[in-house]
């Protein structure tokens, strides 16, 4: 798959700009690959739109990985480690947000959560690297050309890693059902990080943390606001092995028993 990437035809996307909505995936050594084969999925799905890309180096990223996916998206913006680090000294200073800044390290979900938003002002499109896109996701579409409420996925089930009743006693009542994080649009000039400072602080401190904590976390911003939830069956979380071989659905979120058959089967389909 890391061979196959390397060798992607060049298509161009756009720089993520100033006061406009823009699209960021997170990757790293370990899933490189993954990022432009999801990436290039959308970009075929949707040929008549210019994406404003950015790719956020969790700390790992060689240099070769790092030109293959520059040579494969022409005008891609791939936001090192260490500007990364400076944007959340801005937005996300360690001692006004000690537990933020410390986790994140430790935890790299959370990464989805606070570095594309300490980058970039505005609405941001955060995409899981384990997906691919195999016809027009409309409501992307739609969202990139006039955000106006947060946007999320649909899992299969509840997986917040804590139980109900801790999760209402943070936000003041219950948060919505099956929230996917593997695509998340949120503004970042309406994240109250003060908040979230304090659930991820009282999460860790009484209950520990979790591989759920990111998508908790999500799902306390969304408790008790307007936002839009994508469709489960065209935007499929865990599809399983006859959805693979056949899609039907708008585009495949591979996690659990269904990475099998995506390292195996699906990316091939875009190689």
Avoid at 71 to 93: C, I, K, M, Q, W
Avoid at 125 to 151: H, I, K, N
Avoid at 178 to 202: K, Q
Wanted: glycine fraction near 4%.
């Amino acid at each position: 798959m890391a061979a196959a990437a390397q060798r992607l035809t060049p298509c161009a996307v756009t720089p993520p700009l100033p006061g406009s909505p823009a699209v960021f995936l997170l990757t790293g050594a370990a899933f490189w690959e993954q990022t432009a084969f999801c990436l290039r999925s959308l970009q075929q799905a949707t040929p008549d739109v210019a994406w404003p890309v950015g790719v956020i180096d969790d700390g790992t990223l060689p240099e070769t990985p790092r030109l293959a996916l520059e040579r494969a998206f022409p005008g891609l913006t791939v936001y090192s480690a260490p500007r990364t680090e400076a944007a959340l000294d801005r937005t996300l200073p360690a001692g006004r947000f000690p537990t933020l800044r410390s986790h994140r390290l430790a935890y790299k979900h959370l990464r989805k959560l606070t570095d594309p938003h300490a980058l970039h002002a505005g609405w941001n499109l955060v995409l899981d690297s384990d997906m691919l896109f195999f016809s027009r996701p409309d409501e992307l579409v739609s969202w990139l050309r006039a955000p106006e409420a947060p946007l999320v996925m649909t899992d299969v089930a509840n997986a917040y890693g804590y139980a109900p009743d801790v999760l209402v006693s943070l936000a003041g009542v219950a948060p919505p059902s099956r929230i996917n994080v593997g695509i998340t649009a949120l503004d970042a000039a309406r994240l109250d990080w003060s908040r979230i400072e304090r659930w991820t602080y009282t999460l860790l401190r009484e209950h520990g943390s979790s591989y759920f904590l990111e998508q908790a976390l999500v799902a306390l911003l969304l408790a008790g606001r307007p936002f839009l939830q994508l469709d489960g069956a065209r935007y499929r979380v865990r599809p399983d092995e006859a959805e693979i071989a056949r899609p039907d659905a708008i585009l495949h979120h591979y996690v659990a028993l269904s990475k099998r058959d995506y390292f195996r089967h699906a990316w091939r389909r875009f190689a």
